[in-house]
């Protein structure tokens, strides 16, 4: 799995194990660690499958403002893509970035009156829209405020073949009459300029196609993922040439960490989206495309010993969002061999393990998992460790850790 092998696995425990020791103080479990070498080769990996597009950050996989500045700092990456628009207003009072992007359309009165009332922060961050509606929502905001408001559109990227979408349920605008009926609202409107365009091709950038289990579904995957690229390709191009008569665009969102390359390749294009690809959760371990270097893990420590050939750790429910299934549940990593049980899965307070290496672990060891997805685990968590080597270079606020819940 992951395309690290048993070795691999082993050793990655043992440099855990010595930060830990070298660390001195205890650490506080669960404990979160991400692995700066194998952060820095995913980023400069992103930045070669890339092909010289400007990366934006997508932040809801980091929720680390640490790491964000880290991938901000290369040559390869440039603005973040933000979850909510309070997240957008923090990160440019904090000084992250003054380029940051909405990923969704947003209806919060609360933080839409704040960027109307920041003529600075109304330059810095774009809103995402897909419907009127989005519009009258800012309006309803403005009061006394002149405030120009930056807009993207966000146009829907699915795959529509026999009568069926396949895709993300996101944006209802799809082609080229629809765009330009929303793109004409948005620039015949007071105090809105229409300067970018989203298309998330999700069922290309989010789905693995190369599952060891399931050869056939892979196949089908994959083909999926050519006509829907096909496609794409396109109607964005299409849309491109109708929306540049009307508005003069700034830039053109695309991908995601598991389409990287395939989405550089289109002209229309201006940067990708990528976050996931920085840390390579589970869910990102059977791509084609790229070869995962696993970069995020949280330890647990083993508190009862319930029998042979088993230990239980304290704590570990940190299943991810997405269709209920096995594939959402963190992976005992390291050391390599253990399992989770079918009975009990991961658990809030407690995850028993099966396996060789329990009969080998006391308690107090430290078991290390890794998530299925990027960002949420550090939901649960005020401070990550940063690993270099085999030691801890220093400990970071996540967005919790800073007071922050978006």
Not at 179 to 190: G, K, N, S
Not at 377 to 393: I, N, R
């Amino acid at each position: 799995m992951g395309g690290a092998s048993l070795v691999d696995r082993n050793h990655l425990w043992s440099r855990l194990q010595g930060a830990v020791e070298k660390h001195g103080v205890p650490l506080p479990t669960p404990a979160f660690v991400v692995d700066l070498d194998a952060f820095d080769a995913n980023a400069a990996d992103l930045e070669r499958r890339a092909g010289g597009l400007p990366i934006r950050v997508a932040s809801k996989s980091l929720r680390i403002p640490a790491l964000i500045r880290r991938a901000l700092a290369r040559d390869g990456f440039e603005g973040v893509l933000a979850f909510t628009l309070r997240e957008a207003l923090w990160l440019y009072a904090e000084g992250v970035t003054d380029d940051l992007v909405v990923a969704y359309p947003t209806v919060d009165k609360g933080a839409l009156a704040q960027l109307v009332a920041s003529p600075d922060a109304a330059a810095a961050i774009t809103l995402m829209v897909d419907d009127v509606a989005h519009l009258e929502v800012v309006d309803s905001v403005r009061f006394d405020a002149d405030t120009e408001i930056r807009i993207a559109i966000d146009v829907d990227a699915g795959l529509r073949v026999a009568g069926q979408h396949v895709g993300p349920k996101r944006s209802p605008v799809h082609d080229v009459d629809g765009v330009l009926r929303l793109a004409r609202a948005i620039t015949e409107r007071d105090g809105f300029r229409l300067v970018g365009v989203m298309t998330y091709e999700g069922q290309v950038a989010g789905l693995q196609d190369t599952l060891p289990d399931a050869k056939a579904r892979s196949v089908i995957v994959r083909r999926i993922k050519a006509l829907s690229m096909s496609q794409l390709a396109t109607r964005r191009r299409e849309i491109d040439d109708a929306l540049r008569r009307m508005a003069a665009l700034e830039f053109w969102n695309a991908g995601g960490s598991g389409s990287v390359q395939a989405t550089a390749a289109d002209p229309v294009v201006t940067e990708i989206a990528a976050g996931s690809g920085l840390l390579v959760p589970t869910l990102f371990d059977h791509y084609q495309s790229f070869s995962p270097r696993p970069a995020s893990y949280f330890g647990l420590p083993v508190s009862r010993r319930p029998g042979p050939g088993m230990v239980t750790v304290h704590g570990g429910g940190f299943v991810a969002s997405g269709p209920a299934g096995v594939d959402r549940m963190p992976v005992p990593w390291a050391p390599a061999g253990l399992s989770l049980t079918g009975l009990e899965g991961v658990g809030e307070v407690q995850t028993p393990l099966t396996g060789q290496p329990a009969d080998l672990l006391r308690i107090g060891d430290l078991v290390w998992f890794r998530p299925a997805k990027s960002g949420e685990p550090f939901e649960h968590t005020t401070t990550v460790h940063l690993l270099q080597g085999s030691e801890f270079v220093e400990s970071v606020p996540t967005y919790r850790g800073c007071g922050q819940s978006f």
